[in-house]
């Protein structure tokens, strides 16, 4: 199946810092999304690209989805405490046509010291 | 709204034993899924459904199985656990076919133990 290769895994960082952090696959996807997993709860939607060359925001977090459809990063301005938690890239499979089956990245776990 | 709620939060099995996770979303999906999160491993997909009454094999399903009697709940057992089956398991849901029009919506997660 595809793989979703993420990086870094982890990352300490002073509050106030700017983060960024990237996924890659070896094969093409149609849609990147970004993912937040906060402690001790489930995923939950950050932003979601549908088209190579996109470039979108959500408050500071800006994602873009790569020219050759096979990476998207995700970049964070001004980290605040909050902000910790781990980050997940995804993309459909498109395993047997499905479209709605969702291939993880492995994550990226982010750390601000206040 | 409740969303999706998982029950239970959390449960210890010995290897051997049975049990069944409930999951349960009151969004009206059509679709959704069990995924389990190991460290290092993210998100892996267990089994999934796209109405009620179906279910299909995802990524990893062997050891579990899961039944859709009802669009709103989607149950996941293990019939004889086994310590690798210590994991976080979170189901989910989404509305239409196409993920990226419909977001997944997560629930909380059930931390289950098998000693």
């Known amino acids: 199946g595809q793989q979703l290769n993420q990086s870094p895994q982890s990352m300490f960082i002073q509050e106030g810092e700017d983060v960024s952090m990237n996924c890659t696959s070896s094969s093409i996807f149609n849609t990147w999304l970004w993912y937040k997993q906060d402690p001790g709860e489930g995923p939950v939607l950050l932003i979601a690209?549908?088209?190579?060359?996109e470039l979108t925001s959500n408050g500071r977090l800006t994602a873009q989805f790569g020219i050759t459809r096979k990476d998207s990063f995700l970049n964070i301005s001004a980290s605040i405490p909050s902000d910790v938690g781990i980050y997940f890239c995804a993309g459909p499979s498109n395993s047997g046509g499905s479209n709605y089956k969702l291939t993880f990245g492995k994550g990226t776990l982010l750390t601000v010291n206040p | 709204n409740a969303g999706v709620t998982q029950t239970p939060k959390f449960r210890v099995l010995k290897t051997g034993q049975s049990m069944t996770l409930l999951c349960a979303q009151d969004m009206n999906h059509e679709y959704m899924y069990w995924y389990r999160q190991d460290p290092g491993m993210g998100l892996r997909l267990i089994h999934y459904s796209v109405g009620e009454g179906t279910t299909a094999k995802g990524e990893v399903p062997d050891g579990y199985n899961v039944s859709r009697l009802k669009k709103q709940n989607f149950l996941l057992g293990l019939e004889s656990a086994a310590p690798s089956q210590t994991s976080v398991y979170f189901c989910?849901?989404?509305?239409?076919?196409?993920?990226?029009?419909?977001?997944?919506?997560f629930g909380n997660g059930t931390r289950l133990t098998v000693t």
């Open positions: 989910a849901s989404s509305h239409h076919r196409s993920s990226y029009n419909s977001p997944l919506h």
């Open positions: 690209l549908y088209k190579a060359g």
